[in-house]
């Protein structure tokens, strides 16, 4: 079984183990979010599998916001996406708000 950066990374390009930790990414904030950008980025990248429950996963205003997110070229709306089918693949409900 993949791990999530691992998805992220054959789904997107993206290797989410090379951020940055600039933080640049939290600068994008919606009332629909319980963690920020970056938690959920450290989330994938530890396989930690409650981010498919987050809804910041599943708020399309951070889905909006996430084109533009990053400073260092991740694809973080691509790496939502591929987060999100796999939340769907498993069965996994969103986090109950967006
Ligand atoms: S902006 Fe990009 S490099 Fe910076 S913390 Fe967010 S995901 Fe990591």
């Known amino acids: 079984m ?3 950066h691992r998805l992220v ?7 989410l183990q090379a951020c940055q930790g600039c933080l640049f990414c939290d600068s994008h904030t919606s009332a629909e979010m319980d963690i920020t950008i970056s938690a959920l980025v450290q989330m994938v990248i530890y396989n930690d599998f409650e981010v498919l429950t987050t ?3 599943w708020s399309d205003a ?5 084109r533009k997110a990053c400073t260092h070229g991740f694809n973080l709306h691509g790496a939502i996406l ?7 693949r498993r069965g996994v409900t969103d986090g109950g708000g967006a």
Do not use: F, H, N
């Open 2 to 4: 993949l791990t999530l």
């Open 9 to 15: 990374q054959e789904k997107t390009g993206s290797r």
């Open 55 to 57: 809804r910041t996963l």
């Open 62 to 66: 951070v889905l909006d916001g996430a």
């Open 82 to 88: 591929a987060l999100r089918e796999e939340a769907t």
